[in-house]
């Protein structure tokens, strides 16, 4: 057990992995699924690394200088955990969110000290479902504001310390806690640097490991599908039907659809058989897993993250 701690950040990552046996068993499948318990962090979502390294990588090279602000594009994990690091730190922080996300997270960023501009979703949006328009809005007021308080970008979808932060700590991390048993990585792509950083580690510990990218059924663009319904879908933080410039497509072996109702389901069945009060990410990352036990990868070793806490989603009708 580490020793007694000065700065909150210093608790961010040595989360614990579960063996998902209850569900492997309540789906009648062969293999094991072993989850990172990501959502304990203190942010509750595995951001809380990526949020970690871009601030520390920026200081040290004097990107970042004393009492700068901070903004940066959020679905709200990401953002969290920059209101944690940035506090800690002394640095001012502003978040940008589309109003398409829960609230719950815009409340949290305010009460860790962050501003947060919340903007308006595209005219045909959904509340609930950020498309990669509503982004593109988002992405637009982060720049201006950039510019006008002269702020440092913590960009997750272009800095390499988006997926360095699961390169160096997360991928090390399940390769040790599981002896190297591992068959396969699944993961859903949000800013795309979980995938990116795990998917090269583990391949540089095994070549033979197999890493999928999962993607909402409306939006499954790696897949090679067109979008559906305008690529809306209920999976927050994830699926914004975009090529994301920070992963490597050489690394994905393959891509695995789930529909809401499947990310929704096996979200309430974590809670109610393994006890894991997670968000939806979460439950789409375990039914990825579950079609791969039940075809080719029957029997296997299969590794994936719990991405954030199901606290974040209780305005919306998961629960």
Known sequence: MKKLMEHIYEVI?????????RITKHYSVKGNISAKLEYLNPGFSKKDRPALQMIEDAEASGELKQGQTVIELTSGNTGIGLAIVCQSKGHPFIACMSEGNSIERAKMMYALGAEVVIVPQ???SVKGQVSGEDLK?????????????NAFRADQF?????YRSHLLHTAVEMWEQCDGKIDCFVDIVGSGGTFEGC???????????RCYI??????????GNNLINEGRHKVQGCGYAM???IIKKELIDGCIQVSDDEAYQMTRDLARLEGTFVGISSGANVSAAIKLLKGEYEGKNIVLILNDSGLKYLSTGLF
């Open 13 to 21: 990552g040595g989360t614990p992995m579960l063996c998902l046996n």
């Open 122 to 124: 595209t005219e045909n």
């Open 243 to 245: 090529d994301l410039p």
């Open 137 to 149: 809005l988002v992405e637009e007021m982060t720049q201006r504001l950039a510019k006008e308080k």
């Open 158 to 162: 272009k800095l390499d310390s988006s």
């Open 214 to 223: 999962v993607e909402p059924v409306n939006a499954a663009v790696y897949a």
């Open 199 to 209: 998917a090269e580690k583990l391949k540089e510990y095994n070549r033979n490991i």
